[in-house]
């Protein structure tokens, strides 16, 4: 009979915590048979993702080596990292990690199945002391985090196949780690207390052989047999819904050769360029790599796509701060946003891909809500993680499936009813945001006006083409009733930052939907930043968010207060780095590392986003300066392995914090909107223009210069509380009914029944002969299903 379970000590271990979220690379195959993801740092695999690109289920993989006598190396601590991809246009990863006292390295060449959802490395130990030719003994130690939590797994060793394994699993995932030749020990425990380091830790050797650990955090240690000549082995690790699947799919993937493996992993990842336009290849005369970064950028892009959610890209692979983060909070990026979906949809457009930014269409179609809503981000199942509403989200499916018409690749994609939605949630809800592109602040901000007028020309450009001139007519009305406001909702007239320099956009001007709208506020109003970052006056708060205004075509490059503001932005928001300009997401900013080095804990100091130099590299290219330096900037920025984050340190080295000056600080590596926004300014180079201009909107405000209106609209997120009674006044409301006004203090009233000049928006207007100047509007809205707004509203007539 076998012998009964040993059951390890020390329950339930110590508080589970994910890891670093520096990466140096993410992988996945390109089939999407292969429904597994993983991302590496320090020398080792970290979160492995299965069975979709959000839910990670490891904390970290790593080795430890000892000999037996005198040390314990841990991988990610103890020794020095190299990384290379030997295949410039694929995922594969050579780890190298070298014993400082030069003893050996460990070369690890890492890459998933190409059809099974199992994570592979070769590992290889080379001896560089022979003195230490029969000492070292190798042991792969795994953190589970089964199901997107350390908490409540369970561990087990376990034969099946006549194959020793290493098992955890927690609910319904399950995983199995082995390896070829097979391990020669094992043992399963408690992390901190009986897993295989404070073993070895102890002694230089595995004592302990445990065979069951249940409902903790939870590690699994395995000693890898390395004697065989050429000291190389193959470790796996399977996933699956049962233990027998992932251990199926383990033994599997360990049955072939690994070379086989690798050839067509490689193959896989090769196909891309088959069927593509070689616009890529156009790009590398932009590049100062040659292209690389470029092509890296592209296969970062497509490895953040579901395989089961397809279209679908998750924002970062990785969990920013996460080695500080406990594993109660299930967020991190591995979500979707859609601002980051058509970010990232577009550099594939602009890499000339089309395949994934038309899944990326269908998939935000299936997200928008029924009323032109969506979430602010959400599972890849489409169920929303935070509850915000942000509206230049609400614009993305419109400006995505422009962009797809653009490059002739809409045919079979239902895009007009999803902008028809879009529209009418951008005029219901606009235009104060809830929240702006950087979530945080509500009100009138620039980038998010942008936004929303670029997508409702694209909307009215939809209607005219459908032959719906009276649609296409009020789109474009309110359009331009937006744009022609831009400058009194955003700009201020007293800005103090830069002597000389009043005048110029401001981040936000904060307002609330529902408020009426206060002439002048911009220049009085006071901001209260999120993070720790205290209260400012909103004219002495700047970004960079203006500048959509130029990219989207809404104001031209040469435009005076964009180029007053591009002033003050340099002087108030730049850094110059080792690698070139950085730039702040804002002035005040405390989304970031703390200054003395450690995480960001709610509060902390805001770095250089490399995103943001690649936008203002897309202005410099528009206003006819240089553009290629913010380019290679973008390319400095990246790390060995070719990852672009989210921010920069930029302050003075912190080696007890493992900051570099210019370097990346400890938040999300890579960003799919870093990667993006390189694609974006490589493109335009080549274009001589930037490629996410929307060449409706351009052509109306930028090239032809509109700058006034033809009405006024009023609608109960924004009661205005002024009107030029020479224009025509549109009452906006998202249901059918009646407007009851008067504008003799109800001595007689009208009743103006409201038409629906595009789906699921009713309005009704008031012509200049409706309207005395130097009178007062009063009106109210009795909706068709009984209910009303509940109370009557004044409008001043002026002119």
């Known amino acids: 009979m076998p012998d009964p379970p040993s059951e390890a000590f020390g329950a339930p271990g110590i508080e589970p915590r994910w890891t670093s979220s520096a990466k140096v690379g993410v992988g996945t195959a390109y089939h999407t048979a292969s429904r597994l993801w993983f991302t590496l740092s320090h020398g080792v695999v970290n979160e492995v993702y299965h069975p979709t690109a959000d839910q990670p289920n490891t904390r970290d993989l790593q080795l430890l080596i000892t000999d ?7 991988e990610r601590r103890d020794l020095t990292h190299a990384v290379e991809r030997p295949d410039e246009d694929t995922l594969a990863y050579r780890l190298t990690n070298t014993d400082p006292g030069g003893r050996y390295r460990v070369v690890k060449d890492v890459l998933s199945d190409p059809h099974q959802p199992v994570l592979l490395q070769r590992i290889r130990l080379e001896v560089l002391d022979s003195t230490y030719a029969e000492k070292l003994r190798v042991f792969a130690l795994l953190a589970p985090h089964a199901g997107g939590s350390g908490r409540g797994n369970h561990a087990a060793a376990c034969d099946l196949a006549g194959e020793p394994l290493l098992r955890a699993w927690r609910d319904g995932t399950h995983l199995a780690m082995g390896a070829r030749p097979g391990f020669l020990r094992r043992s399963v425990g408690y992390s901190g207390s009986s897993d295989g380091y404070q073993d070895l830790q102890d002694g230089f050797d595995l004592a302990w052989s ?3 650990a249940r409902d903790g955090t939870v590690a699994l240690t395995g000693e890898l047999d390395l004697s065989a000549p050429g000291r190389t082995a193959v470790l796996g690790l399977g996933f699956g819904d049962s233990a027998t699947s992932s251990a199926c ?11 086989e493996k690798r050839e067509s992993f490689l193959r896989q990842w090769k196909r891309l360029d088959d069927g593509c336009d070689g616009t890529l290849n156009r790009l590398e005369a932009q590049c100062g790599d040659g292209g690389g970064l470029a092509r890296l950028s592209r296969c970062v892009l497509l490895a953040h796509e579901d395989k089961t959610y397809q279209g679908a890209m998750t924002a970062s692979l990785s969990i920013p701060w996460g080695a500080h983060q406990s594993d109660a909070d299930p967020g991190g990026y591995h979500l979707v946003w859609p601002r980051d979906l058509l970010h990232a949809a577009t550099a594939l457009l602009a890499a000339g891909e089309t395949a994934t930014p038309r899944r990326a269409m269908t998939y935000l179609a299936c997200l928008q809500q029924a009323d032109g809503g969506i979430p602010q981000n959400a599972w890849l199942d489409g169920e929303p993680f935070w509850p915000g509403l942000q509206l230049d989200e609400v614009a993305a499916p419109a400006l995505l499936a422009w962009r797809l018409r653009r490059a002739g690749a809409c045919e079979g994609l239902a895009t007009p009813a999803v902008v028809r939605r879009a529209a009418a949630k951008l005029i219901h809800s606009g235009p104060v945001t809830p929240q702006e592109r950087w979530e945080e602040n ?9 936004t929303c007028v670029a997508a409702l020309c694209v909307a009215a450009e939809g209607f005219a083409e459908a032959g719906e001139a009276a649609a296409a007519a009020f789109v474009h009305d309110y359009a331009d009733w937006l744009a022609a406001h831009v400058e009194a909702w955003t700009v201020t007239t007293r800005g103090t930052l830069v002597d000389g320099e009043p005048r110029h956009f401001v981040r936000i001007n904060p307002a609330e939907a529902g408020d009426t709208p206060v002439p002048g506020s911009v220049d009085t109003a006071e901001v209260r930043l999120k993070n720790g970052g205290g209260t400012h006056p909103a004219r002495d708060v700047v970004d960079l968010g203006f500048l959509q205004l130029v990219r989207y075509g809404v104001r031209p490059a040469d435009d005076a207060t964009v180029a007053a503001s591009v002033r003050v932005a340099d002087a108030v928001l730049k850094h110059d780095l080792p690698g070139g300009p950085g730039y702040l997401r804002y002035n005040h900013d405390g989304y970031g590392q703390k200054r003395d080095g450690s995480a960001f804990d709610t509060e902390g100091v805001g770095g250089c986003w490399p995103l943001l130099t690649g936008e203002r590299g897309l202005y410099a290219l528009a206003a006819g300066e240089p553009a290629g330096p913010y380019l290679d900037a973008l390319a400095a920025f990246a790390n060995p392995g ?21 370097g990346p600080a400890g938040s999300a590596m890579p960003l799919c909107w870093s990667h993006a926004t390189y694609l974006n300014l490589a493109r335009s180079l080549c274009d001589g223009e930037p490629f996410d201009r929307i060449g409706p909107c351009h052509d109306r405000y930028a090239r032809d210069g509109r700058r006034g209106f033809d009405a006024t609209f009023w609608c109960p997120a924004h009661p205005i509380a002024e009107a030029d009674a020479a224009k025509p006044l549109r009452i906006v409301s998202d249901r059918p009914g009646t407007l009851r006004w008067t504008v003799d203090g109800w001595d007689t009233s009208t009743d103006t029944p409201l038409t629906a000049p595009l789906p699921l928006v009713h309005a009704a207007e008031l012509r200049p002969a409706d309207l005395p100047a130097g009178g007062t509007l009063r009106f109210t809205l009795h909706h068709a299903d009984g209910g009303g707004l509940g109370r009557n509203f004044d409008v001043r007539l002026t002119g």
Not at 646 to 657: I, K, S, V
């Open 210 to 212: 445990f065979t069951e």
């Open 442 to 450: 509500s009100g009138y901000s620039p980038s998010t006006l942008a």
């Open 642 to 662: 070719g990852m672009l984050p989210e921010q920069l340190w930029r302050f003075p080295d912190d080696p007890d914090h493992d900051l570099e000056f210019g």
């Open 68 to 74: 037996g006598e005198t040390f314990l190396h841990e």
């Open 249 to 259: 799919a383990l033994l599997q993937a360990l049955g072939d050769r690994f070379d």
